[in-house]
């Protein structure tokens, strides 16, 4: 299963890779900080979990989702932000976001998250 990392910060690119392997999910993992790249390698290859963060240099997180979604109806979307504005999270309930989580990421919340995700999308993908 591939799983996508869109993000700036490095440490929750590593986080997230670290909680993943952790797990042994057998996941292809995929990173960058660009927009555009994404959207290459969703197009490229199944993206069942992408992970984005809200707040980069290139792009807001949840304008990507909002522009994309669509595209990948069965992708589940999890979002990264150092924010607990409520306008982003209201957004992020909007765009059916699966989860939302806040920096810095704690890597058993995140190991939570991913055993339910990966549960969740080999269920239904499959």
Request: glycine content about 4%; hydrophobic content about 40%; charged content about 25%.
């Amino acid at each position: 299963m591939n799983t996508l990392i869109i993000a700036d910060d490095a440490e929750v690119k590593n986080t997230i890779k670290q909680a993943i392997c952790e797990l042994e999910l057998g996941c292809r993992i995929f990173e960058t900080s660009s927009p555009k790249e994404a959207l290459k390698l969703m197009q490229s290859d199944r993206m069942p979990i992408v992970f984005s963060e809200i707040d980069m240099r290139q792009m807001n997180g949840l304008s990507f989702v909002e522009t994309h979604k669509r595209a990948f109806p069965e992708t589940c979307w999890l979002v990264i932000s150092a924010s607990k504005n409520f306008y982003d999270i209201k957004k992020a309930i909007e765009l059916g976001i699966i989860d939302y989580l806040l920096k810095p990421v704690d890597g058993s919340e995140l190991r939570n998250v991913l055993k339910n995700r990966v549960h969740y999308t080999r269920a239904v993908c499959h």
